[in-house]
């Protein structure tokens, strides 16, 4: 099965991040590293009732890192930690972080 995140920052700005071949990441870790990005990064939760969907804290993170976070070869390995995250947490085979658009796909 086919395992992608694609994270973009309007046309021609997308990133994508192939996982066929890529160890997946425990759930348990996966929510860790997620709750520990979202807090670090000061992320605000999108809904005004407070609550924190798990596609809200992917969309959150990639918008308070920004597009350098995922374009930058240096910073390869971390965007790579958030792809296989995301793909853990939201279990999907393709996943699409829109973040100008302030949505996830799937």
């Given at each position: 099965?086919?395992?992608?995140?694609i994270v973009s920052f309007g046309p021609d700005r997308e990133?994508?991040?192939d996982l066929d071949e890529v160890q997946p990441m425990p759930h348990d870790l996966?929510?860790?590293?997620m709750d520990e990005q979202f807090t670090t990064l000061g992320c605000e939760p999108l809904r005004l009732s407070g609550k924190v969907l798990t596609a809200d804290k992917a969309?959150?993170?990639?918008q308070a890192?920004?597009?350098e976070r995922f374009a930058d070869p240096a910073h390869r390995a971390w965007a790579m930690v958030y792809?296989?995250?995301?793909?853990?947490l939201l279990a999907k085979p393709i996943v699409k972080v829109d973040v100008p658009?302030?949505?996830v796909g799937y």
């Amino acid at each position: 099965m086919r395992n992608h995140v694609i994270v973009s920052f309007g046309p021609d700005r997308e990133y994508t991040f192939d996982l066929d071949e890529v160890q997946p990441m425990p759930h348990d870790l996966a929510r860790q590293w997620m709750d520990e990005q979202f807090t670090t990064l000061g992320c605000e939760p999108l809904r005004l009732s407070g609550k924190v969907l798990t596609a809200d804290k992917a969309l959150a993170i990639a918008q308070a890192v920004g597009e350098e976070r995922f374009a930058d070869p240096a910073h390869r390995a971390w965007a790579m930690v958030y792809a296989r995250a995301v793909a853990s947490l939201l279990a999907k085979p393709i996943v699409k972080v829109d973040v100008p658009g302030l949505t996830v796909g799937y």
